[in-house]
């Protein structure tokens, strides 16, 4: 069974900067895809996608986080990154790493992204 284990969440002021690691149980190279998504605490917000990095290194990233936040993945330590900066209010929420193969999307447990304005 796979195991997503993330850390680095916190409470920070606007324009200020986290980082989240997102420790994978397996080589990042079993997976098609790794990433991170958000759940919004405001009511009705779904789940969205903020970036994701392929096993091929190639980013993509949720229109309002382009410029401020850089997904990345150290491969020898099996872990992504994703480094928030400028951050925003509405970046508050949790943040969940993922990773996907052929078969199945595997979630970790989710850490809270508070931003203070």
């Known amino acids: 069974q796979v195991q997503l284990v993330e850390s680095g969440g916190g409470l920070v002021q606007a324009g200020g900067s986290l980082r989240l690691s997102c420790v994978a149980s397996?080589?990042?190279?079993?997976?098609?895809?790794m990433g991170w998504y958000r759940q919004a605490q405001a009511p009705g917000k779904q789940r969205e996608m903020v970036?994701?990095?392929?096993?091929?290194?190639?980013?993509n990233y949720v229109d309002s986080v382009k410029g401020r936040f850089t997904i990345s993945r150290d491969n020898a330590e099996n872990t992504v990154y994703l480094q928030m900066n400028s951050l925003k209010p509405e970046d508050t929420g949790v943040y969940y790493c993922?990773?996907?193969?052929?078969?199945?999307?595997?979630w970790g447990q989710g850490t809270q992204v508070t931003v203070s304005s």
């Open positions: 397996e080589s990042v190279f079993s997976f098609n895809g």
């Open positions: 970036a994701i990095i392929t096993s091929s290194g190639n980013t």
């Open positions: 993922y990773a996907m193969n052929a078969f199945r999307t595997y």
